[in-house]
Each structure stands twice: as C-alpha cells, then as structure tokens.
C-alpha cells in the first residue's frame, strides 16, 4: 500500500512558477508508475502527466506540454511537478497518484490547492 502528500501549493502570478511534491510511504513507491492529475472547479479531473517507475517514461497532456515537467526521486520516495509559465486556466487542486500503468491508478493523495493570479 502507498500513502500519497502533496505539498508545494499556492498562490500565483500569471507567468510565474511553482514545483509541487508528491511524498509516498512504503517500500514499492519505485515499482508504480505514478501521476498528476487536477481539478478545477465545476469540472471534472483531468490527466495532467505521469512517469514510469524508473522515469524513462512520461507523458504529458496537451495543455501542459512545454511547460510543466514531472519527475521523481526513488532515493526520496517523492515526485515532482515543477510548473512553469502558470496560467489562469491552471488554477485548480493538483493529485498525485500512485498506480500501475500510465491509465490505471490505485492509490490518490488528498490534493493541494494552485492558484494562478491574472
């Protein structure tokens, strides 16, 4: 089993940046493929990047490309979503979640808050 936090949230000027992390308990954090997804208000979860255990691996959403980039630290048990050029449309509550393949998740943290100033 894998306990998921995030942390790194807050309060953003358009254009500016933010690093969240994603700390995970448990000994098998490096054998899941983990990812980020977030949630604005009044819409529903979207898929924003994810990573393959050993970090050879990424994928990222469209609206994100370019700007975001995911990774992760064994070592450390902790992933990251380092967020560049921030817009107002980023604003949301970011997850992290740990999981099997780049579709199928299994395990979610509680979320942390982004928001982007215009």
């Known amino acids: 089993q894998v306990h998921l936090v995030e942390s790194g949230g807050g309060l953003v000027q358009a254009g500016g940046s933010l690093r969240l992390s994603c700390a995970a308990s448990?000994?098998?954090?490096?054998?899941?493929?983990m990812g980020w997804f977030r949630q604005a208000p009044g819409k529903e979860r979207e898929f924003i990047a994810a990573?393959?255990?050993?970090?050879?691996?990424?994928h990222y959403a469209d609206s994100v490309k370019g700007r975001f980039t995911i990774s992760r630290d064994n070592a450390k048990n902790t992933m990251y979503l380092q967020m560049n050029s921030l817009k107002s449309e980023d604003t949301a509550v970011y997850y992290c979640?740990?999981?099997?393949?780049?579709?199928?998740?299994?395990?979610w943290g509680q979320g942390t808050q982004v928001t982007v100033s215009s």
């Open positions: 979640a740990a999981g099997r393949t780049f579709t199928i998740y299994d395990y």
């Open positions: 990573i393959s255990w050993s970090a050879g691996n990424t």
């Open positions: 448990g000994r098998t954090f490096f054998s899941y493929t």
